[in-house]
């Protein structure tokens, strides 16, 4: 299942369920039903293959974004939105939005009612994820990716 939940605790002692995509298996699904990425893959992990030692790259964003009209927007519907992708692709891929794997899309005013807010859930979604920040960062793509596409 690709859906991931985590319990963050909340400015009012209370909990607040949230929910995600697990990275690797959204990697790996994702890449397993697109015949275009998988190519692209398959080209990458060949001039490129990802070892401990030498990991692929992995580009993190994110930001906020307010849907609805651009003069009259609504503020409590404002979204955090995280996505990530690896520089080994290249430039033309990292170009093309369905590249990009996107586990997190959560309100900005749950945000603010988790106890440390964005940096404290960018911290517990890294973790779980198996990257270490301290280190770089790492994913266990290899594995996933390589069964989406033999």
Not at 13 to 32: C, M, R, S
Not at 46 to 55: E, L, M, Q, S
Not at 90 to 110: C, F, H, N, Q
């Amino acid at each position: 299942m690709l859906k991931l939940s985590l319990a963050m605790p909340t400015e009012d002692d209370g909990e607040f369920n949230w929910e995600l995509l697990e990275p690797n298996l959204l990697l790996a699904h994702v890449v397993g039903s697109c015949l275009a990425l998988q190519g692209v893959y398959r080209v990458a992990m060949k001039a490129w293959p990802p070892t401990p030692d030498r990991p692929w790259d992995l580009m993190v964003c994110y930001d906020e974004f307010s849907p609805g009209d651009m003069l009259n927007y609504d503020n409590s519907r404002k979204t955090m939105v995280l996505a990530f992708n690896f520089e080994q692709l290249g430039t033309a891929v990292l170009e093309k939005d369905y590249s990009w794997m996107v586990p997190i899309a959560v309100r900005s005013v749950k945000i603010k009612k988790v106890l440390g807010g964005w940096s404290h859930m960018l911290r517990r979604f890294s973790a779980c994820c198996s990257w270490e920040l301290t280190e770089g960062p790492r994913l266990a793509y290899e594995s996933c990716v390589t069964s989406a596409i033999t």
